[in-house]
């Protein structure tokens, strides 16, 4: 692995602060100098000389993104039955594809919010992990422990159905389904407290696990050193987390003053993340083709559920809550590589500045991730993007594939810069 030298960009280092132009060293797999044009430091220099130079010709040089709500194995389904649905093997392959998706599009880290097959997140995770394919860096979820009749469960008594998730009742269920999640080397363990529009038994204002399951879970996460991530639509689900130490709030969409209160009386270690992208998409119709059409009642229902989301979301960023983009993508009509989609819905319907959602999805997500990812800083993981274009301006820009010219993630690149006058720009010193 050579030595990487970015000059001629402009930096967005994901801290929020203004772009700035500069010059950015990298050595192994980490960042070691960077420099503001003019101001260049020893470190920068020293390396120069040994370093293969990238000439930006002044495109933007950023943080790799960190999606906080991943399902790489959701495969872009267009139903939840249809997960259970799929073989393993065909499953396995097909979660290897949405992987490889998310890099190319720009996420170098991907927080997994549940895996849809007990090993998937964790075997997808060890072959990125030991260069076998290509994918982002992953935190491994388990299954979606939830109750009989809760999200996740698409079984009927009449007949045979395997289910995406995991059905538990009572504690020493949920504590079995966690230490066994645990035994095969998942990071985060998942638990669905709060129901959703989709489940006709278990609507989204219903809290349907109770505070004993949740503590059992929570005292398994809490020994083991994993973290403990939450479907918490309900207000009372919201305060039940709290309660209970769960690390990653998802939704928190109908949370009400008091669950707020809660969620900012523990802002330093709590995170989350309300997941726009599907409530947006399905709320626009844009499921129309399979079936969930504008006016279908789930959509005319999300459209009142984001509406509350915003509001929630824009106080608890008032709070000082750190909120998180990350969408439920990995649906038909939310599809996996469409993530950077929920930068706009922070700017579009939470009022952030561009880089205020880039650092959401940079500098947070580093935090949520538990790594040194999501900052241009020395010292750091060299995750990086080249962007065609200035993201600080217009976070549309993240979408389009073709306008990231190199995604680079721990030293190496996935994609490197290429095109007319790469002989001229990038040149071996
Ligand atoms: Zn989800």
Not at 183 to 197: A, F, H
Not at 399 to 416: N, P, V, W, Y
Request: charged residues 25%.
């Amino acid at each position: 692995m050579s030595d990487v030298l970015f000059s001629n960009v402009t930096i967005i280092d994901g801290s929020g602060a203004a772009p700035f132009p500069g010059q950015v060293l990298v050595r192994g797999n980490r960042i070691e100098a960077v420099a503001r044009t003019g101001e260049e430091t020893s470190a920068l220099e020293a390396g120069m000389g040994r370093a293969r130079v990238i000439d930006g010709g002044g495109a933007t040089l950023m943080p790799g993104l960190v999606e906080a709500h991943a399902h790489v194995s959701f495969c872009d389904t267009p139903n939840l039955e249809g997960l259970g649905d799929m073989p393993p093997e065909e499953h396995t392959l097909q979660t290897m594809k949405f992987a490889r998706k998310m890099l190319d599009q720009g996420f170098t880290a991907l927080f997994s919010a549940a895996t849809a097959k007990e090993r998937l997140d964790i075997v997808i995770r060890n072959a990125i992990e030991a260069g076998d394919i290509p994918g982002p860096r992953m935190r491994a979820a388990s299954l979606e422990l939830t109750v009989t009749g809760g999200l996740g469960d698409v079984r009927r008594s009449h007949m045979y159905r395997e289910t995406f998730a995991q059905c538990c009742d009572g504690p020493d269920e949920f504590r079995k389904a966690a230490r066994t999640a645990c035994r095969e080397g998942v990071d985060t363990l998942k638990i669905n407290p709060s129901g959703d529009e989709f489940v006709p038994f278990a609507r989204a204002d219903m809290t349907v696990m109770n505070d004993e399951e949740v503590a059992a879970v929570a005292e398994v996460a809490r020994s083991r050193g994993k973290k403990l991530a939450a479907h918490s639509r309900s207000a009372e689900s919201v305060k039940m987390c709290v309660r209970h130490g769960v690390d990653v709030i998802y939704h928190a969409t109908l949370a009400d003053e008091e669950a707020m209160d809660m969620v900012e009386s523990v802002k330093d270690r709590v995170f989350v993340a309300p997941a726009m992208g599907i409530m947006y998409a399905t709320s626009r119709g844009e499921g129309a083709a399979w079936g969930i059409t504008e006016d279908a009642p789930v959509a005319l229902y999300f459209r009142k559920e984001l509406e509350s989301c915003i509001e929630c979301m824009k106080s608890l960023t008032k709070r000082g809550v750190r909120v998180l983009p990350g969408g439920d993508y990995g649906f038909a009509w939310n599809p996996i590589g469409n993530n950077a989609r929920d930068l706009e819905h922070f700017v579009n319907l939470l009022g952030y500045t561009p880089l205020e959602a880039i650092r959401a999805a940079t500098a947070l997500g580093g935090e949520l991730f538990g790594a040194d990812i999501g900052l241009i800083k020395a010292g750091y993981l060299a995750d990086l993007l080249l962007v065609d274009g200035d993201p600080s301006k217009d976070v549309t820009i993240l979408r389009d594939q073709d306008r990231l010219t190199a995604i680079m993630k721990d030293g190496s690149f996935h994609k490197a810069p290429e095109g007319p006058g790469e002989a001229g720009r990038v040149a071996a010193q």
